[in-house]
């Protein structure tokens, strides 16, 4: 681990960041949120690896962190729209309209409803999503700033008894199903996790009290970004990977399938296969898979195999 990685885990483990200079050593305080960003290593992400093997950070430091989300730049006709046009309007002026903003909200009555409540049986990734065409009105930075130091400052909230059923069931249902050792472990941290989520949900509008609703938001999000951790390179969850761990896990089949033909490849001294050879010898070691031909394409899309021709693959790592 690296000295900027070392610095970064005492702060995130004991909330303190140590200083020598001057033949001065000191402990300073440093509780605060981090939010951190990472390239993985060679320059495209790896779904066939883990978290911790894709960034080369380690498993110690990456469990730190409350939520990990994975950013992959998949064709999506949706967002490539509202991307291309948030980059569009930096370059025809409309940029200076987002800095005239001002921040209102409609008013019901005599309470001010959040726009995340708008409707409980809707997701919260489809209540947070702006539609193409909506007018967006964002808060400025300034006036965004110091709503958050008021909110850290004045406002604490607490669980109420439903939204605390919420958590613990959740909990316990994650327990359950991760009690193999090749899997990442579900400790209390995670639960202490999903406890100042919620807290951090009901912060946000300034409420004193987290409910139910908060805690349903916060296991919807703490959902996705296990999606992205336990997905593996076809998409499926595989909840035998260990996050932080080694890897794809012993089962693999896509792993014992290039393991296996890169020593044929050694051993024959030609790294050229058809697709029936494949199946041979995936047959031989005893890989069952529904479709083979999806899995020859991912490995494709991961550069261990080559496709060369028709139903003609050559290997990529010997």
């Known amino acids: 681990m690296g000295s900027q990685h070392l610095a970064l885990l005492e702060a995130m483990e004991q909330q303190v960041i140590s200083i020598a200079k001057a033949g001065i050593v000191c402990s300073l305080p440093a509780r605060t949120a981090i939010l951190a960003a990472a390239n993985p290593s060679g320059g495209h992400y790896n779904k066939g690896k883990t978290?911790?093997?894709?960034?080369?950070m380690n498993s110690a430091l990456l469990?730190?962190?409350?939520?990990?989300?994975?950013?992959?730049?998949?064709?999506d006709e949706e967002k490539d729209l509202l991307l291309s046009e948030h980059v569009m309007s930096l370059h025809t002026g409309n940029k200076r309209g987002a800095l005239k903003a001002t921040a209102t909200r409609p008013r019901v009555g005599n309470t001010i409803p959040s726009v995340l409540f708008a409707?409980?049986?809707?997701?919260?990734s489809?209540?947070?999503k702006k539609g193409h065409g909506e007018v967006f009105d964002p808060v400025p930075s300034v006036l965004l700033r110091k709503y958050i130091g008021y909110a850290r400052k004045y406002v604490h909230p607490q669980l109420t008894p439903d939204a605390a059923d919420v958590l613990k069931s959740f909990y316990l249902e994650l327990r359950k199903h991760r009690h193999s050792p090749?899997?990442?472990p579900i400790t209390t941290r995670q639960l202490e996790s999903l406890i100042r989520l919620t807290e951090a949900r009901a912060r946000v509008e300034l409420r004193e009290s987290a409910s139910a609703q908060d805690a349903k938001d916060v296991v919807e999000i703490m959902k996705f970004s296990m999606y992205d951790t336990f997905s593996d390179?076809?998409?499926?969850?595989?909840?035998?990977?260990?996050?932080?761990g080694s890897g794809m896990s012993q089962r693999n089949q896509a792993k014992r399938l290039v393991a296996e033909l890169s020593r044929v490849s050694e051993h024959q001294g030609n790294s050229t296969f058809t697709v029936q050879q494949m199946k041979d010898i995936a047959k031989r070691i005893g890989i069952q898979i529904n479709n083979f031909e999806d899995l020859l394409c991912s490995l494709n899309n991961q550069n261990y195999i080559l496709k060369k021709g028709p139903k003609t693959y050559q290997l990529q790592t010997v």
């Open 51 to 56: 978290v911790s093997e894709n960034l080369k």
């Open 233 to 244: 390179e076809l998409g499926l969850l595989d909840f035998q990977r260990s996050e932080h």
């Open 119 to 124: 409707d409980e049986e809707t997701p919260l």
């Open 182 to 184: 090749d899997s990442t």
């Open 63 to 75: 469990s730190r962190f409350d939520l990990v989300f994975i950013l992959l730049d998949k064709p």
């Open 126 to 128: 489809e209540r947070l």
